[in-house]
């Protein structure tokens, strides 16, 4: 499979605890987005990296998140001291062209904070 | 901030009824998209709308970008048991930002 994968595809923890995504984009393509999709809601974008430069940060990304590219290639995006309502989606994906909005998500990390 | 308000929220339909749903903003964008989401899965894209007044078809769907720049609607004919699912509007605004806007869904549900 090619496409965009996700690890773990579901979290439990409990609160206060870390946690962290690792996503792994389509090989060719140099753009990486993180997106946080709650019950009943589109997904809301979080950050955008083109390569290893993280280039845009949604105000949803609190101190307690941060996201890395390290290599330009995969993408892992941590929680610190998580809270109840971290709970949510997770939403990776990307992209080869720019401007176009045409993305290709994972299949998503599901989060459950207790 | 932008938002996109999509309508209806949910849509129950006989298989082979046509369906027709849109997505409207207080602001303009520069490019429209509309993308399916399956339970457990991401979305996906269906179609991609890059100019004011542009109407694009994908097979059984057909999309359009508003004259306005404010809207877009999308439109399935023939509805089939795997058109099921929740279908999302969404927007990209300033040229060079990054970020998609989307809509809160509609949850399309089809009786056979």
């Known amino acids: 499979d090619t496409g965009v994968s996700q690890d773990p595809r579901h979290k439990i923890t409990k609160r206060g605890q870390n946690v962290t995504f690792r996503c792994d984009p389509i090989s060719e393509h140099n753009r990486l987005y993180w997106y946080r999709q709650t019950l009943g809601q589109g997904p809301e974008f979080l950050t955008y990296?083109?390569?290893?430069?993280?280039?845009?940060k949604s105000r949803l990304l609190s101190d307690r998140f941060s996201a890395e590219r390290p290599k330009g290639s995969f993408s892992t995006l941590e929680i610190q001291r998580t809270e109840q309502g971290d709970s949510a989606m997770y939403l990776c994906?990307?992209?080869?062209?720019?401007?176009?909005?045409?993305?290709?998500f994972g299949e998503g990390s599901r989060l459950t904070v207790l | 901030g932008q938002q996109l308000n999509q309508s209806p929220q949910s849509m129950f339909i006989q298989e082979g009824e046509d369906v027709s749903m849109n997505c409207t903003s207080s602001?303009?964008?520069?490019?429209w998209l509309w993308y399916k989401q399956d339970p457990g899965e991401g979305p996906v894209l269906l179609i991609a709308l890059y100019k004011a007044g542009e109407l694009t078809s994908n097979g059984r769907l057909t999309a359009q970008f508003g004259i306005t720049r404010k809207d877009s609607f999308l439109n399935i004919s023939a509805s089939i048991p795997s058109d099921v699912g929740i279908y999302f509007c969404a927007g990209q605004g300033i040229q060079g930002a990054q970020k998609l806007v989307f809509g809160q869904g509609t949850r399309l549900t089809i009786n056979p």
């Open positions: 994906a990307s992209s080869l062209r720019s401007n176009t909005g045409e993305l290709f």
């Open positions: 602001s303009i964008f520069n490019t």
């Open positions: 990296f083109q390569n290893e430069a993280q280039l845009e």
